[in-house]
């Protein structure tokens, strides 16, 4: 593990990276972004629309050169795509600029987040419950290659999440700029 004051969320869709990240960004008062959001305010373009002309390779690579440049800064949470573990060359970057969070979620759970938004192209199938389980298969043991935590969602408040994320980051011995009006208890 490489703490440069950086937390990076990986897992698969639903499990509330964004929203997660956002509630422990502010919490230890640090700046937040999302890959998906920073590629598509790069790009002037919805991921759905990058998906449909470049493909999933085209966007791979866009977001291989985003998850580059947005775990070079410092003092960050960040919430990756789901599929950002894909490369190689993302879990280095990941791996070695951060502390890694994976954040876990049923595949039950999964399916009633993301059952109505229209913004994950992989999903706009006939049968999305197959095509997450298709896709935890494959990428579980990426999520888990690259975490130094792991944690749980499932029926959990994003602020309940954050703060055991927080727990879990002091367990680690690091220092953490902790909003001093945060109780952990």
């Known amino acids: 593990m490489n703490y440069s004051g950086n937390v990076f969320l990986v897992g698969p869709m639903g499990v509330g ?3 997660i990240g956002r509630v422990l960004a502010e919490l230890l008062d640090m700046e937040f972004f999302d890959s998906d959001r920073e590629i598509e305010a790069s790009t002037g373009a ?6 449909d002309v470049e493909g999933e390779s085209g966007f791979r690579i866009r977001e291989a050169r985003m998850v580059d440049q947005l775990s070079k800064k410092k003092a960050i949470v960040l919430a ?3 599929g950002a573990v894909l490369t190689e060359e993302n879990r280095q ?3 070695g600029r951060g502390v890694v969070v994976y954040l876990r979620a ?6 009633e987040r993301t059952s109505r938004d ?8 006939p049968d999305p419950e197959k095509k997450i389980r298709e896709l935890m298969n494959i990428r579980d043991p990426l ?13 959990r408040n994003p602020r309940a ?25």
């Open 161 to 185: 999440v954050s703060l055991d994320i927080i727990r879990r980051l002091l367990d680690l011995d690091k220092k953490l700029p902790v909003n001093s009006a945060v109780e952990l208890e």
């Open 17 to 19: 990276k964004t929203t």
């Open 46 to 51: 919805d991921i759905p629309w990058i998906f």
């Open 80 to 82: 990756t795509g789901g």
């Open 143 to 155: 999520y888990r290659e690259v975490a130094d935590i792991v944690i749980d969602t499932n029926r």
């Open 106 to 111: 049923s595949i039950r759970q999964q399916v």
């Open 93 to 95: 970057c990941l791996k």
């Open 118 to 125: 229209k913004n994950r192209p992989l999903l706009q199938i």
